[in-house]
């Protein structure tokens, strides 16, 4: 008899199709390299026969009869090591369904389980009750639909069918993963909250009536999910006389106190918490105190960044004097060690990540319109420089994606991808709607984008480059000018197509004669959340660790292992549930006895000195006109001078700014390393195996 159909778990019954056997089995024999993978079709041919026997007189197998007679044959064949391995595979994968059905989510996209937490949590549309209404397929056909509307404005002749294709390469761009748009078009494109950009800067006068405008219109943007960034510097410092009240100034950190409430307050609402920039510029005679805020105050809701120039860095080099002026009256108010100065913000970071550095200088010599508008703020994690009232939409190319089989560079496609990801950013902004008039206007005439990258330390991994290298670096380069390359000619074509951003007559492009559409195109975003979902590294970050939990969407955190270095492991031979346990305990590879080479490659954040990273980030930023967001991991055990150090260097290196963060500095962390999961998600499986050997099993056929 031959086998015809089997049924499903949702009771559907389907042809039995016997390759899907022979494709497990296949990964089976090369995940353990206990048989050749030409025993596969053998094996593959006994389970057929085996099932075709059992039920020849019976109804169609059930898919759960097919997995035992899997099971059964391989046991039966001696091969013990890859039957273990598929009952280990079979307990992960029904643990896996029975969380998927207690989450209340259909997964029709193959998505895995953390994936699914995170859209849950964050992206997926639910009703009032609180109950998810669409599956992640579902969500990107929203976001498709809605944003390929945009191209209604540019194809008067073509009309409908030309949305319709855009539509779709949309989709299928999204649900193949290798490109994710920012987390703000995910959750509020095609809803009533039709705000899709995610970073925003506010302006701060100094004057009653501006700040307490600026608190309010910060307010409407959290209420979107939208992040935003101040620089408090136009504020007189405290103490300073009002003429106007008879009083004296309060200083910019009593207002940033106003600022950090009205954030806590919203994002009390919300599906996520809210976040500012709050920047100083190094000149101003509060910045001892603004260095210091954190140790302080409440000011929880805010990253911190120094807004340092060129003169200040030139005088820590050359140890000079540094002048504090009033920016009211534009008087010197004292002078102080520039040193000293960058002690006391290196002392700080060291003690808490905060404050970072901005080097304002290299923002404006970075900006299209550098004689036309100042440029002196960063939006929340500092990736996306913005004049007052401006704001962005993100999205991000997957790059582990673009990389073959046989371990090179799809460069094809990831030309291919970048076209279609500006297209889609550029029309996001035909279709943004913001709070305020101002906001509208500005994005209008600037039409700038972030498109970024995730998932770099995972291309690296499968090319085998190591990060912390001169070839990791050269890459680096050479991918993001590739890249670069390919935003830029699509932004020139959609300029034909569909005319210059407005402000092009005041930009660095008129006078080259160069007409593009965007003013600025490219950005390295954190990608803390949306890299979740494709389970990738953050923007260009090396790997956290191999094994580690990630506390973002739920307090108990969500456990991760690195998906390239557990196939990587798997393919060469080298892979057992011992060392993954080994790993996560460890957080690397780097202590284990595995060859040179994987060590090499595979190499977590705190494996790699803090010179790399700042290497890396310079690398990027060489063709980025935006700006990149990173941060510089340093070890437990680095000095204060070891941060001071990284600043300047970074500095010296081009970057337009820098975060670092010593390991375990803050009790709470968002992730941690050196920690087996208590939800290890085969113990429960390892354990039945070490008491029931696998000769003496039984099978239910």
Not at 90 to 114: I, S, T
Not at 286 to 299: G, H, P, R, V
Not at 580 to 601: D, F, H, M, N, Y
């Amino acid at each position: 008899m031959t086998l015809e159909r089997i049924t499903k778990r949702d009771g559907r019954v389907v042809p039995f199709e016997a390759n899907k056997i022979q494709e497990v089995l296949q990964k089976a024999a090369k995940a353990t390299g206990e048989f050749p993978v030409k025993e596969v079709k053998r094996l593959t041919k006994e389970v057929v026969k085996e099932l075709s026997t059992r039920f020849a007189d019976k109804a169609f197998p059930h898919v759960e009869d097919v997995q035992n007679t899997v099971e059964y044959i391989l046991v039966r064949e001696d091969h013990y090591k890859t039957a273990k391995a598929f009952i280990l595979y079979r307990e992960e994968h029904r643990k896996m369904r029975e969380a998927r059905q207690a989450l209340g989510v259909e997964d029709d996209l193959g998505l895995p389980l953390n994936s699914l937490k995170v859209l849950e949590k964050r992206y997926l549309l639910h009703d009032d009750s609180g109950k998810v209404i669409e599956t992640p397929g579902q969500m990107y056909k929203r976001v498709a639909h809605f944003v390929a509307a945009a191209e209604k404005r540019y194809s008067k002749t073509k009309g409908k069918a030309n949305v319709e294709k855009w539509e779709q390469v949309f989709y299928d761009e999204m649900t193949s993963l290798r490109f994710i748009p920012g987390g703000r078009i995910l959750s509020n494109a095609g809803t009533e909250t039709t705000c899709l950009s995610n970073c925003f800067v506010l302006p701060v006068e100094d004057n009653i009536e501006g700040i307490f405008d600026s608190v309010k219109w910060g307010a409407m943007i959290h209420k979107t999910g939208g992040g935003t960034g101040y620089n408090f510097s136009k504020l007189r410092p405290q103490g300073d006389f009002v003429k106007r009240s008879r009083g004296f100034a309060s200083g910019p950190l009593s207002f940033m106190q106003i600022f950090d409430a009205m954030c806590h307050t919203i994002s009390l609402g919300g599906r996520q918490r809210g976040a500012m920039m709050g920047m100083l510029n190094v000149d101003h005679p509060d910045i001892i105190e603004f260095i210091s805020a954190k140790q302080n105050s409440t000011l929880t809701n805010f990253n911190l960044s120094v807004g340092a120039t060129d003169e200040f860095m030139r005088a820590v080099e050359r140890d000079k004097e540094f002048i504090l002026v009033n920016p009211k009256t534009g008087e010197k108010v004292h002078g102080l060690k520039a040193t000293e100065l960058m002690n006391l913000i290196a002392s700080n970071a060291w003690q808490r990540g905060d404050p970072g550095m901005v080097f304002i200088d290299a923002l404006q010599r970075g900006n299209s319109l550098k004689n036309y508008e100042v440029i002196d703020a960063v939006n929340v994690c500092g990736e996306i420089p913005l004049p007052p009232f401006d704001a962005c939409n993100l999205g991000a190319l997957n790059l582990e994606k673009f990389v073959t089989p046989d371990r090179k560079v799809d460069w094809v496609q990831l030309g291919k991808t970048v076209d279609i990801g500006v297209r889609f950013m550029d029309n996001v902004i035909d279709i943004n709607k913001f709070p305020i008039k101002q906001l509208a206007q500005s994005v209008a005439d600037h039409r700038r984008i972030g498109l970024g990258v995730m998932g770099f330390a995972e291309m690296l991994f499968r090319l085998r480059i190591p990060y912390a290298s001169r070839a990791g670096v050269a890459f680096a380069e050479k991918l993001m000018k590739f890249i670069k390359t390919a935003a830029y000619s699509t932004s020139e074509a959609l300029a034909k197509e569909r005319g210059v951003f407005p402000l092009w007559g005041h930009s660095e492009f008129a006078k080259k004669k160069r007409k593009i559409r965007n003013s600025a195109l490219l950005t390295v975003a954190p990608t803390g959340t949306i890299s979740m979902i494709p389970e990738v590294t953050g923007g260009v970050e090396p790997a956290f660790g191999l094994a580690f939990t990630k506390h973002v969407v739920q307090e108990t955190g969500l456990f991760y292992t690195n998906k390239v270095f557990e196939e990587t492991s798997k393919a060469e031979h080298l892979y057992s549930q011992e060392l993954v346990e080994e790993i996560a305990r460890k957080g690397g590879v780097q202590e284990t006895s595995l060859p040179k080479w994987v060590k090499e490659v595979f190499v977590t954040a705190h494996d790699i000195a803090p010179e790399w990273h700042v290497r890396m980030q310079a690398a990027f930023q060489k063709y980025v006109d935006n700006s990149v967001s990173k941060t510089i991991n340093l070890p437990n055990d680095a000095t204060i001078d070891d941060v001071k150090k990284m600043y300047i260097l970074a500095w010296k290196l081009g970057c337009k700014g820098i975060t670092v963060y010593r390991d375990k500095s803050l009790e709470a962390q968002v992730m941690t390393s050196g920690h087996v999961a208590s939800s290890d998600k085969s113990t429960e499986a390892q354990t039945l195996l070490n008491i029931i050997p696998l000769k003496k099993r039984k099978f239910s056929i």
